[in-house]
């Protein structure tokens, strides 16, 4: 099993900055991709951006040139840097951990983007 927790959500205002992160523990080996999802009030969850054991990254076009993953294989730990925040941001942000075959969530965290 594999437990993904998040941290650094939180309320900013329109244009802001978080960064959020996330610590996977458990039977950590093989964890191959790593990633950020989120769901607003109403919506689907949707994937924001990916990162692999070899450092690849993918972006929902949304949030390209703004947000920036990064993964630390040695710690475990991704970690999303997301700037020029704006209203649509708003949601519940998950990390995902793909192993062998099974998906891994966290339980999420909340950002909040405010004018």
């Known amino acids: 099993q594999v437990q993904l927790v998040e941290s650094g959500g939180g309320s900013v205002q329109t244009g802001g900055s978080l960064r959020l992160s996330c610590a996977a523990s458990?039977?950590?080996?093989?964890?191959?991709?790593m990633g950020w999802y989120r769901q607003a009030p109403g919506k689907q969850r949707e994937l924001v951006a990916t990162?692999?054991?070899?450092?690849?990254?993918n972006y929902a076009d949304s949030v390209k040139g703004r947000f920036t993953i990064s993964r630390d294989n040695a710690k475990n730990t991704v970690a999303l840097q997301m700037n020029s925040l704006n209203a649509e941001d708003t949601a519940v942000y998950y990390c995902?951990?793909?192993?062998?075959?099974?998906?891994?969530w966290g339980q999420g965290t909340q950002v909040t983007v405010s004018s």
């Open positions: 458990g039977i950590i080996f093989s964890i191959n991709v």
């Open positions: 995902k951990a793909h192993r062998l075959g099974r998906h891994y």
């Open positions: 990162i692999t054991s070899g450092g690849s990254t």
